[in-house]
């Protein structure tokens, strides 16, 4: 790809599926630490601390240091220490309040600043929404991790966090604060980190609104994978299209 130097790699569909790593993912990822590129992780993963992530890619015998990974939660740190404010209900799962504890205070109190949705899985019912819902009308900001559709699960596509943001916007008559793809600043975070701008790197995802989509809006070009939750139908309907296509990841050195 002419002219590019660094690309930001999606995780969830892209390196793995479910606990599955994409077939020859990781030879992948090995040329590319051994070549003059440079790249960093961004991935829309809500429901694990970036040290859990790091291990389990580990585990899947992906060699990826920790401060190459960029997460919504991280993003959100970073925003909610700008403002001062520290109060936050969390509606999400698995390990990410570790990221939020160095800086929030994440009890039941009364009164919130901030209300961060992210993707919660059976954290989400009834009371917590509602909950959440009552933080807003009583002035909490609301901050969404990813407004993602859907994701695949490794029991099929699955709602993610965007289906109930988009609920709580609507009750609330607030409009999210979205932190993960495709969030201009959240791009920023890890180009600014590779130290290039953004007409030289390419974004490999496996979705096409929140990666391609996103990639386009923050100007950078795009490899589109036909792994995770690819789906043919919605790359037809798309009003932005993927630079390059590629049965996985496997075969980015046939684009290089
Ligand atoms: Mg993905």
């Known amino acids: ?13 892209v390196l793995y599926i479910g ?9 992948a990822i090995k040329t590319l630490m051994r070549s003059d590129y440079t790249f960093r992780f961004v991935s829309n993963t809500t ?13 899947m015998g992906f060699e990826i240091p920790e401060e190459y990974i960029f997460t919504p939660p991280l ?31 994440c009890d039941s109190g009364a009164k919130q600043d901030f209300v961060i949705v992210g993707d919660a899985g059976d954290m989400i019912t009834y009371d917590s929404l ?8 009583e002035g909490a900001e609301l901050i969404a991790l990813e407004k993602d559709r859907y994701w695949m699960a490794h029991d099929g596509l699955s709602l993610s966090a965007g289906p109930f943001v988009q609920a709580l916007e609507f009750a609330s008559g607030k409009t999210a604060i979205i932190m993960g793809k495709p969030s201009t600043a959240f791009f920023d975070l890890a180009l600014n980190d590779m ?14 609104t929140t990666d391609i989509g996103g990639a386009y809006h923050a100007g950078m070009r795009s490899v589109l994978v036909r792994t995770g939750k690819f789906r043919q139908d919605a790359v037809r309907i798309a009003t932005v299209k993927p630079t390059h296509i590629i049965d996985s990841i496997a075969h980015l050195e046939d684009i290089l």
């Open 1 to 13: 790809m002419n002219g590019i130097k660094g690309f930001l790699i999606d995780l969830d569909g």
């Open 75 to 105: 993003a959100a740190v970073a925003h909610i220490k700008k403002t001062g404010k520290r109060r936050c209900y969390l509606l999400t799962t698995g390990d990410v309040d570790q990221d939020f504890e160095q800086v929030c205070v």
């Open 130 to 137: 509602n909950t959440a819902f009552r933080y807003l009308m």
């Open 195 to 208: 130290g290039l701008p953004p007409g030289q790197v390419a974004m490999i995802g496996d979705d096409i």
């Open 47 to 59: 429901r694990k601390c970036r040290k859990t992530i790091a291990s389990r890619l580990s585990a």
């Open 19 to 27: 606990d599955q790593p994409v077939a020859g993912a990781q030879a």
